[in-house]
Structures are given as structure tokens and as C-alpha cells.
């Protein structure tokens, strides 16, 4: 069983930083596909940006260019820093790891994780 534990939420106004971070732990750590969703209560849950076990990314239209996915595998962790954020990037944040390399071509509609952390959240205000 692989656990997974999301830290690094909080109260910002439009323009700050937030660093999100994730520690995935509870077998023989290997690369795996790693991501961070989003949910608002009532709602799909929503892809944010993946990174691959090889290191490549991909992210979701709405945060290119302000949001960077990165890993550390040598703690295994899992970090979003997040740049100028936007009211509408409020929202419950979660971590998610697959236990394929490989992330799902539809990541971004929710597909291919198999573990979950507990959520953290992200509040932006105007």
C-alpha cells in the first residue's frame, strides 16, 4: 500500500506564491507518474499537471506558463510551486500517484491515478 501526504496550503492574495508539496511513501520508492488535481466540492476532480517517471511534465492550459511541477525522487516528493495566483485557482489541491511510469493520455479528466492524498487547500483572494 503506497501512502500519500499533501502539505503546503494556505491564504494568499491575487499575485502571491504558494509551494505545494507531496511525500509519497510506503513501498520501494520506483518513478511513477505523480500529479497534482484540483476539485471544488460537487464537482469533477480536474488534472493540474503530471510528471512522468522520467521526468517529463505536462500541465493543464489554465496554469502553463504560472504553475511548475517537480519532483525530488531521491526524497521522494512532489512539489507544485505556484505563481501568481488567481481567485479561480481556489480550490482543494491533491496528490496522486499511479503506479505506472507512465501517466494516463487522459490525466487531465482524472484518469490513471490509483492513490490519493487528502486534499489541501488553496484559497486566493481578489
Known amino acids: 500500500q503506497l501512502q500519500v501526504e499533501e502539505s503546503g496550503g494556505g491564504s494568499v492574495q491575487t499575485g502571491e506564491s504558494l509551494r505545494l508539496s507531496c511525500i509519497v511513501s510506503?513501498?520501494?520508492?520506483?518513478?511513477?507518474?505523480l500529479g497534482w488535481f484540483r476539485q471544488t466540492t460537487g464537482q469533477p476532480r480536474k488534472g493540474v499537471a503530471v510528471?512522468?517517471?522520467?521526468?517529463?511534465?505536462d500541465y493543464a492550459e489554465s496554469v502553463k506558463g504560472r504553475f511548475t511541477i517537480s519532483r525530488d525522487d531521491a526524497k521522494h516528493t512532489l512539489y507544485l510551486q505556484m505563481n501568481d495566483l488567481k481567485p479561480e485557482d481556489t480550490d482543494t489541491y491533491y496528490c496522486?500517484?499511479?503506479?505506472?511510469?507512465?501517466?494516463?493520455?487522459?490525466?487531465?479528466?482524472?484518469?490513471?491515478?490509483?492513490?490519493w492524498g487528502q486534499g489541501t487547500q488553496v484559497t486566493v483572494s481578489p
Open positions: 496522486a500517484a499511479a503506479l505506472s511510469p507512465k501517466c494516463h493520455p487522459r490525466w487531465a479528466d482524472d484518469y490513471g491515478m490509483d492513490y
Open positions: 510506503g513501498f520501494t520508492y520506483r518513478p511513477t507518474c
Open positions: 510528471t512522468n517517471g522520467d521526468g517529463s511534465v
